[in-house]
Each structure stands twice: as structure tokens, then as C-alpha cells.
């Protein structure tokens, strides 16, 4: 399935950048949000998202898709084949939003919710036509990062999932299907993980928000970008691999270290702190400044990846290679 007409249901932090990330590909945008303030924060976001595709890559890019704001959920799914729903997080709403585009979509219509959490066997109950409806969760922000995690609730259909991976395929996104429905799908977990221990550290007084970033953007980090944690504990393992790696460093995971399970009360205290270390540390720089330095990032990071092993490509910079070559055959196709 060649999806060309898209909606964007939501046009916040992520319904925005999904916007962007149809129209750079090409694809028109029907997109509905009623917050009074919706055309300029997506026209803010889709000119972000404008300058880091432009970074991004010198191939050939698609003249642009239309973005058309609407009136109504039913006027911007009524003749859409990929429908993107990022509303606010919660589950009534979500269905709510969900039974108008139900009413509304064509038959043949994938129906994705953006939810970081919710499931879609709650999503979709009072749907007429559930088995087209999965998550879709991105990562932000949408029009760079290429990850998104599928997720069919009890009636999503095979079908879908498929056609799906297609649908954000063509778009240079990268799908990947969770095998079980849970609580906040895989990289919600981890990331959850992460933010428990640091809630901890913060609190204590073990580091600040500062230390705690430095920590993390001058080490692990780096290596996380680029082979996760898997492929990056096996190297640790040095020649003996992984067993040896679990071997020397299993006995650790009964030692006392962590509190994951026991999270700290996020009283007035905790978030007075945490936002005040946060200004200190970057109150320079507005969101939108912060963003475009973010973005010049992750562009560079996808560049080098794109260069390694000889121009191979590795990881994310594998498939902006793969991208870039699909979209260079494209116009080599059409000429
Ligand atoms: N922020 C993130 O980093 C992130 C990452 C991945 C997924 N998500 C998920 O994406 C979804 C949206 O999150 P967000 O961060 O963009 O929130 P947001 O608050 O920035 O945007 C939500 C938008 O939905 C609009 N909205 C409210 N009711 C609506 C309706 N009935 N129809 C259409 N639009 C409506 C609001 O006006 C708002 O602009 C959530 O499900 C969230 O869990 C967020």
C-alpha cells in the first residue's frame, strides 16, 4: 500500500512533528487540533523540522505534501489512508477521539494512536471497525528520529500490522512490532527505569540535574546511540562475550543499589529542586533554541552512522542510507 493522504488527529509536541514528517515525504496532511494557538506551534514545529530534513540529507527530497488545518476529526480522516491520533493521554478521551474516526475513515484506512502507554485493547473497544487500529509510538522528535513501535491490540488484525510496516517504512521510519501488549510497550520501560533511579539520585543529593546529564551525554550515552545495550555488554564480556559479561557482572544485580521499585513521592520539594537545577542548567536557551541544538545533534549522529564501515552504514545511519538511495532511484526512476 502506497499511502498518500494522511491526518494528523492532535497537533501538539508529537501530532506536529508527525505533521512535518508526512508533508517532507511528500504526503499531504489534513490536520485537526482545537487549541487556539494550533497553526502557529505546528508552523513553529514544521519550521524546525524543515531545517534539520534540509541538514539531514542532500538527496533528492520529495516536494513537499500540503497541510491543510481543519475543522473536525471527520473532515481530516475522510479521505485518509494513514491516520495518526497523538491527543492528550487519556483513555477515555482516546476512545472517544477514536469512535469519531471510526465513523468517519475510509474502510481501507490504518488508524495509529501515538499513546506512549495506554493499550490498544482499550483504545480500540468501542471502535466499529477495531482491526484496523494499532500504536504507533514515536519518539520525539517525530521527524527525525525514526523509531516507532507497533502495537496491535486483541482485535488488530494481521493485516494491519503489516500494512503498517509499510506505511512508516515509506516514510523513513523505522518499525518495529512488540510481541505482547503491555503497560507502556518496550522503550517506555526502559526509559521509566532510567528516570525512577534518577528521581532517587537527585533527591538524595548524590547529583544534580547537570551532573546527572554530563554523566550520561559524556559516556553511556554515546555508546547507547550507537549499539544499545546488548551488542555494547557483549564487548565488555572482552573475547569471552556475553556469558563472561553476566558472569562478572550478574552477582551485582542482587546488591542493594537500586531503588527502582520504590519511587520517590514527587512532592513540591523534589519538583521545586529538579526545576530549579533545570533553569540553572539550561534556562539560557529557549525550547525552541534547545531544540534546534538537539536537532543539529541527532543529525550529525545519523550522518556519521550513515558514513561507517566504509559507507555502509550502521543502525539509524544504515536506514538514512537506505533512504537516501530509495529517494535518489526515485528520481532516477522518474527522469
Ligand atoms: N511528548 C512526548 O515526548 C511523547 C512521545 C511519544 C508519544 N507521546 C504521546 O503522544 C500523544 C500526544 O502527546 P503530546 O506530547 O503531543 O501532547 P500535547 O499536549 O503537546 O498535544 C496534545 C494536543 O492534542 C490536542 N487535542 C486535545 N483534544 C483534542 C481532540 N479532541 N482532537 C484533536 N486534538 C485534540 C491539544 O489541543 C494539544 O495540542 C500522547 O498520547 C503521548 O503519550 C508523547
New binding site residues.
Partial sequence: MIVKQTAA????????AWAARFVLNGLDCKI????PD?QR?VGEVMDNATRAFDLLTDAPKPTPGLLTFVDS?EEAVEDADLIQE????RLE??Q??HMQIDTAAPESALVG??????LPTDIQAKMMAPDRMFVA????P?YLLPLVEIVGGAQTSTETIDRAHGAYTQIGMKPITIRKEIDAFVGDRLLEAVWREALWLIKDNVCTTEELDNIMRYSFGMRWAQMGLFETYRIAGGEAGMRHFIEQFGPTLSMPWTKLMNVPELDDALIDKIASQSDAQSGMHSIRELEQIRDENLVGFMQVLANSRGGEGWGAGKLLKDYEMRLKAKVANDG
Avoid at 497523538?86 to 493521554?89: A, F, L, Q, T
Fill in positions: 488527529i492532535g497537533g501538539g509536541v508529537i501530532g506536529g485537526f487540533d482545537p487549541h494550533a506551534i476529526i497523538s491527543v492528550p493521554e478521551l482516546k472517544k477521539v494512536s501515538s499513546t506512549s502507554g495506554l509510538h514515536p519518539y520525539n517525530v
